[in-house]
């Protein structure tokens, strides 16, 4: 225990939340891993929307569609792995065997 009055200095960084590219990143590794199959379903979502963008009239709606896509993709990302997880945890409540977990997990 510190004497009264003293204080410790902590040198500590907060951390910083990850750059969107760095969530969409692990969170594609992630559902990559546990559904392989969805990952291509969602590049198509992209897919769709990038096309619209590179078809865009001016620059700013290109970099808005850029921005509409990427958009999309990460909300699909989400879904999907809170579709896993809700798979996960409904088969771990009924006492079945969740057919998406690794043996270690």
Request: net charge negative; with cysteine.
């Amino acid at each position: 225990m510190l004497p009264r009055g003293e204080s410790i200095e902590c040198d500590a960084q907060p951390l910083e939340p990850p750059d969107r590219s760095e969530r969409i990143d692990r969170k594609s590794q992630q559902l990559k891993r546990l559904d392989p199959g969805r990952e291509v379903e969602l590049e198509g979502a992209f897919t769709k929307h990038l096309a619209d963008a590179i078809r865009a009239g001016s620059p700013t709606e290109r970099q808005q569609g850029i921005e509409k896509a990427t958009e999309a993709y990460e909300a699909a990302l989400d879904e999907g792995l809170y579709e896993m997880l809700n798979k996960r945890f409904a088969a771990e409540a009924s006492g079945a065997s969740d057919p998406t977990s690794s043996p270690d997990s």
